[in-house]
């Protein structure tokens, strides 16, 4: 049995040269005729990889050995690299994988949109590690070595990788991973928490427990004392959104500034923020520079969140329209433009996915257009507006292939020229491309 278990290893062992990376960061190989996906492999590289799974169209492999490496390979800081998920690109060269990006947004848009920017922007970039100030912790307690496993997901998605730090995430969090494994096993409700969301503001770090089981004494105990010690917030959460409360302190002042145009942002603990602030605040400049709204002009921001475009464009003193499909985030971004002094700005709930011909807001007139959606992009949205007095739509996004289809729709239907696209290395290290593009008449 083991002799065939062997032979069996050998046969599915390959040698192949890596001619591109896919979307998810993975080499891939041409062999006998079908695409190869090779964890870890990167392109100009020959290597040996072995088979892990086959499908009609294309196999999946997992690298053996590389047998002539990239000059672009490093080594990756973090020490989780090879089995977590949470970023996969570490052993490429910072300059290159933005580089790599851009060149996916590039295909992307000629691929399916069959368009090309008259103009690639270089890319944005900002701090490559510490960057990331909101996420999720995995947390699942493992009988079999009776402790707690704290991370984020492994390559293989059914289990947690067991970390110690995170080098990506800010250091008030990444540093002290192991210490939050620690908090957990000290736990009576260890086997009933799922998970651990941070988010972090310009003065506060707030760590949301989700709780399937009321804490007991001794674990709000243990729960406050870490929090004095770190200076860390802690909130429970043993329902929905709604029910997230603070455990300690009991008032938490968070928020975001951004200083180029005087606006600061409030926010709740899980809420949606950008991951990368200095991205961020990069992103919000080139927007608005490219967007150049002019004093008393309309313009409509489509998935506008807590405000994070509108509140900036506002300060040009153009009127704006923000929509958003949160009721919650609606409200707060209200709030957001009264604590701003910004009283032009309106804020909209609606569903941008669903028939919006009863919403007002869509019939009244708009000069420029801003929209930042979700990964499935803005078909929708787009297909229903009145966009012929529109003069400059500027589209942020989070998936090259939904921006793609939208640029084909944008220029080849509604009459827009794609003026200018390029990347944002909002993500460094992960294979997520973030990227903005402008359309104009």
Known sequence: ????????AKISEFEAEIIDLSHDGRGVARREGKAVFVVGALVGERVRARISHRSRSYDEAELVEVLS????????????FDSCSGCVLQHLDAEAQIAAKQRVLLDNLERIGRVSP??????LTAEHWGYRRKGR???????K???????FRERNPRFVADLSRCETTIPAIGERIAEITALVDRLDIRRDIPQIEFIAGDCAVVLVFRVLQAPTESDRANLREFAERTGLAVFLQPGGVESVNPLWPEQVDLFYTVPEFSVRIDFRPLDFIQVNEGINRAMIARALAMLAPEPGERV????????????????????????EGEAGLVARARANARSNGLPAVTFHA??????????PWLRQGFDRVLLDPPRSGAEAVLAQLPLDGVRRIVYVSCH????????????RERGFTLVEAGVMDMFPHTAHVESIACFER
């Open 137 to 143: 912790l995995s947390v699942r307690w493992v009988e």
């Open 400 to 411: 090259p292939g939904s921006l793609a289809r939208d640029a084909g729709f944008l220029v």
């Open 300 to 323: 409509l921001d489509l998935f506008c969140g807590l405000g994070n475009f509108s509140l900036p464009i506002a300060r040009s003193g153009a009127e704006v329209v923000g929509v």
């Open 350 to 359: 609606a569903d941008l996915a669903a028939d919006l011909g009863s919403e």
């Open 69 to 80: 490496p990239s000059p672009l390979r490093v080594t990756p800081r973090c020490r989780h």
């Open 145 to 151: 070595k009776g402790r707690a496993v704290v991370g």
């Open 118 to 123: 008259t103009r690639v922007l270089a890319p």
């Open 1 to 8: 049995m083991g002799q065939s278990v062997s032979r069996r």
